[in-house]
């Protein structure tokens, strides 16, 4: 019987929602995004900081913070809970009590948990007082979490912590949807508007009145300018139940007759309401009048919701905003902030570049990379038989039915956005095709059909009365130019592995599909046992595997033997003791030579085939393969025998390619070697990469198109996105449903 994978805990140290604050909502999301992709390793449980906390399923101890005696009898209790590994502090220097909060030293003195902390807020050029406690806090911990470099850099410089203890992870922003802000104005009716918006709990610090003195001359450029300030009053701002700060900003609106332009939404949102508000926005403005405030959440939703912003200076927005995104201006400057926003509405293409760039910046520091980035410091801290496993997202269709139209699926995006401009692909609809099949097989879902009948009818759309097939279809369902001068050997035997897959599933799928399939694969046999480039022959001998699993027509082992000798032609004039290939070079798809020798060896048990499979699918292993991690082969270059391969430059084909080589691989020889590498080859999509970034996309089901040196390809085009899938269908363990009656 499988064991359980043990259950790690941690235990965050925090407030926590309903208390409304940036740590509680910033703890809340953190907690969250680690649910989603860990929860099977690990347990995230809160020490609420308060003092009307009620524990609960989360809330598993409480601190008051103004009693000194609970920092004992907390840490006590924590220190009682076997399950409990690891003790994560949010700290912020007003949440504890004591000088400078320095209660917390009583419960750090108490408790025998590896600590970690989260600073907050890190105060430059610190006086004596200030300055020891912050030593003796983090040397009693074993690694502190920090939002921005400024503020690593001052911990260093100022305060004399080693830099090894120090890791910096941005602040977590939300997933969003790439759309057109015009849409989203409809929904809250304010398509007619220029929206200028700030959010967060509303406090003197935040400094409204900065932008109202600005909307005059804003207004006078702009007279549609409609100015949301978003969010309640925050609780320390309101004295004997009298609202000071939101009624001097209420005052100050008539007094300079911004009535008409400015809406003050007065409650607490919702993450989906208020980042809709985001993304209704023109142009973001942050007014904090804090120099020392190390970390906004505002400014860094904002940016992930695709707003150009115009921000006062401190410390994060100087480090994280760049001219290409926003204008940065100084704290309290009125009339650089007008200039500011009027230079951005002046200027349609300036606002629209900016926008892409916040968006295509904030990918790094999603929730779901940031959960990656903690969870592999947590990892240091435990033991191997505790490492925090990735969980398996769900398995979405949802952008590939975005993509698809009643002709097929469209080829490329922009952001999450189908590109019909760019037609249609021989090559993607037969990856759909096969994706759908295997979807189909596990689940038989009925509106599968519709697509796979639609990706069916193209591929019998592109072929030729020679029975080839061309590979570009344009948006107007005619044959592009490109077709005259690419080779298309690839994608025709492409088509013939999703033809070979749709015939296998005779006993799954109508009738009428199987009818056609097997019509236009017959159509194609007089051309593919000509075939020539090696990978071409990989795909074809899937495709005739599957036909002759459906059928056990003999004229296809001959086809299949035919092609399988070529592959061993080629690895015969090009194998040497330290290169076992089929050619003098890895480019993409390697996987699929191996996995057809094995194939062919599955169907004519000649043990040559074998052989060649094994040992030319473990030399490319090795070069894949590296420290626990896998490693896409780089298309800067590709991979050339005896020559330094380039870095970078990975592509989720290969990755998908090489997960279902190693399913057959482990289903064939029973070496669990290869069932290890598949889990190892798909966390690359999960995170477990040189950048340590998702590859999917949960919010929209799509796939990034490529992992670069220092950033991901946020397109999500349908190779990517097909071949994520297929790699997701192969890793699901639920059992193949039974075939139709």
């Known amino acids: 019987m499988k064991e359980k994978p043990i259950k790690t805990q941690i235990a965050f140290v925090t407030t926590f929602p309903p208390t409304q604050c940036g740590i509680a909502t910033f703890t809340q999301d953190l907690i969250t995004a680690i649910n989603n992709s860990f929860n099977k390793t690990l347990n995230c449980v809160i020490c609420e900081i308060g003092t009307n906390t009620k524990k609960s399923d989360v809330v598993k101890f409480k601190l008051n913070p103004t009693i000194k005696e609970e920092y004992k009898l907390v840490a006590d209790e924590i220190n009682y809970n076997n399950e409990i590994k690891i003790v994560h502090i949010q700290h912020e220097f007003g949440l504890f009590g004591g000088s400078y909060g320095n209660y917390l030293t009583t419960f750090l003195e108490t408790i025998k948990k590896p600590v970690a902390f989260t600073f907050h807020s890190v105060i430059p050029r610190p006086n004596n007082e200030l300055k020891l406690l912050v030593q003796k806090l983090i040397s009693k911990s074993r690694m502190v979490f ?104 209420e005052e100050l609106v008539l007094e300079l007759n911004l009535k008409n332009n400015v809406l003050f939404i007065d409650k607490y949102l919702e993450i989906n309401e208020l980042l809709n508000y985001l993304k209704a926005t023109d142009v973001y403005l942050f007014t904090s009048k804090d120099p020392n405030q190390a970390v906004s959440g505002t400014f860094a939703y904002a940016m992930s919701c695709a707003c150009p912003i115009v921000a006062t200076t401190i410390p994060h927005t100087k480090e994280a905003l760049s001219e290409d995104m926003g204008i940065l201006i100084e704290i309290e400057n009125s009339a650089q902030l007008a200039e500011a926003t009027k230079k951005i509405l002046s200027n349609n293409d300036l606002r629209q570049s900016m926008a892409i760039s916040a968006f295509q910046k904030t990918r790094e520091s999603s929730w779901e990379n940031v959960a990656i980035k903690h969870v592999n410091a947590y990892n240091k801290l435990l033991d191997k038989k505790r490492a925090i496993k990735y969980n398996y997202p769900p398995i979405k269709l949802d952008h590939l039915n975005k993509m698809t139209t009643e002709l097929g699926i469209i080829q490329f995006c922009k952001i999450s956005q189908p590109d019909i401009s760019s037609g249609y692909t021989l090559d993607d609809n037969a990856r759909a095709l096969i994706a759908l099949g295997l979807h189909y097989k596990l689940y038989q879902k009925r509106e599968d059909l519709h697509l796979i009948n639609t990706y069916l009818n193209f591929i019998i759309r592109c072929q030729k009365q020679s029975g080839t097939f061309v590979n570009y279809i344009d948006e107007n369902n005619f044959e592009h130019i490109k077709n005259n001068y690419i080779n298309l050997e690839d994608s025709n035997a492409r088509a013939v592995w999703a033809l070979g897959m749709v015939i296998s599933m005779k006993d799954y799928l109508p009738e009428y599909m199987i009818d056609k399939a097997v019509s236009c694969f017959i159509d194609s046999l007089s051309w593919v046992k000509n075939l020539l480039s090696p990978r071409a022959i990989g795909f074809a001998i899937k495709g005739l595997y599957l036909y002759y699993s459906a059928t056990k027509q003999l004229e296809v082992v001959y086809i299949i033997e035919k092609l399988a000798n070529n592959l061993i032609s080629n690895y015969d004039i090009n194998e040497t003791k330290d290169w076992k290939w089929f050619e003098n070079y890895l480019t993409y798809a390697n996987s699929v030579l191996s996995e057809a020798m094995l194939y062919a060896f599955i169907v004519t048990h000649k043990l040559n085939y074998k052989s060649v499979a094994i040992d030319s699918f473990n030399f490319l292993l090795s070069k894949q393969f590296c420290k626990n991690q896998f490693k896409v082969i780089s298309n800067n270059g590709w991979l050339h025998k005896g020559i330094t391969p380039n870095k970078y430059g990975e592509q989720p084909i290969d990755v998908s390619y090489t997960i279902q080589a190693l399913d057959l691989f482990y289903k064939t020889t029973k070496n669990i070697k290869y069932k290890n590498l598949q889990k190892i080859a798909f966390n690359w999509f999960l995170g477990k990469n040189h ?30 996105t097909i071949c994520y899938l297929i790699a997701r269908l192969m890793m699901e363990k639920v059992a193949t449903l039974p075939p139709k009656n």
Not at 207 to 223: F, G, Q
Request: with cysteine; charged share 15%; net charge neutral.
């Open 146 to 249: 920090v939002m921005t470099k400024q503020s690593q850099k001052i911990l260093m410089e100022d305060y004399g912590i080693p830099v090894d203890l120090i890791i910096y992870i941005p602040h977590g922003t939300h997933i969003v949807n790439w759309e057109n802000s015009i849409e989203i104005k409809k929904k809250y009716n304010l398509e007619n508007r220029t929206i200028l918006s700030t959010f967060g709990l509303l406090s003197p610090g935040k400094s409204i009145e900065t932008a109202l003195n600005a909307l005059p001359s804003i207004i006078k450029h702009t007279p549609n300018v409609l100015y949301l300030i978003i969010g309640k009053t925050h609780p320390n701002s309101i004295k004997n139940n009298i609202d000071t700060y939101r009624n001097y900003l």
């Open 691 to 720: 950048l340590n970034q998702t590859m999917y996309n949960p919010i929209t089901g799509g796939c990034y198109d490529g992992l670069e040196k220092t950033h991901v390809n946020l397109n999500q085009g349908a190779e990517s």
